[in-house]
């Protein structure tokens, strides 16, 4: 059984939510619009800064965007153990169901750098998907 420090020494935990925004989509244009909301959570025991992001949006056309940058919403947040940063950012498909995922750069304290990975995560139009 591996110790949990192998299992990831870092300690970084993401969660996300998403919201479809109808107000905003377009639908007889295939234009979805989704939010999305995610918690990043240091659960290590060092300080860890988020440097960068890389994230790969796909429809259900297998459509593939792909997203880098420096940061999430203009910042480069570092995160003590123990403390998390919530941000709110948006995408548009051009089909009711698509996924995302990708990864975080990070940058420990020490000067190490280090990848966390986003799962990936379903946008969906609701009662498109049971």
């Given at each position: 059984?591996?110790?949990?420090?192998?299992?990831?020494?870092?300690?970084?935990?993401?969660q996300?939510?998403?919201?479809?925004?109808?107000?905003q989509?377009?639908?007889?244009g295939?234009?979805?619009?989704?939010s999305?909301?995610?918690?990043?959570?240091?659960?290590?025991?060092?300080?860890?800064?988020?440097?960068?992001?890389?994230?790969?949006?796909?429809?259900?056309?297998?459509?593939?965007?792909?997203?880098r940058?420096?940061?999430?919403?203009?910042?480069?947040?570092l995160?003590?153990?123990?403390?998390?940063?919530?941000?709110?950012?948006?995408?548009v498909l051009?089909?009711?169901v698509?996924t995302?995922?990708g990864?975080?750069?990070?940058?420990?304290?020490?000067?190490?750098?280090?990848?966390?990975?986003?799962?990936?995560?379903?946008?969906s139009?609701?009662?498109?998907l049971?």
């Open positions: 059984m591996p110790r949990m420090e192998e299992i990831d020494q870092h300690g970084v935990v993401i996300t939510q998403v919201n479809y925004l109808p107000e989509s377009d639908e007889t295939n234009r979805f619009v989704f999305y909301t995610i918690t990043i959570t240091n659960l290590g025991t060092s300080p860890a800064k988020l440097i960068s992001r890389h994230w790969v949006i796909t429809d259900a056309h297998n459509h593939v965007q792909e997203v940058g420096q940061g999430v919403v203009g910042e480069q947040p995160l003590k153990p123990s403390q998390s940063f919530e941000y709110t950012s948006g995408t051009t089909t009711q698509g995302m995922r990864s975080y750069q990070m940058q420990a304290e020490d000067g190490t750098e280090f990848e966390v990975e986003i799962p990936q995560f379903v946008l139009v609701p009662r498109v049971h």
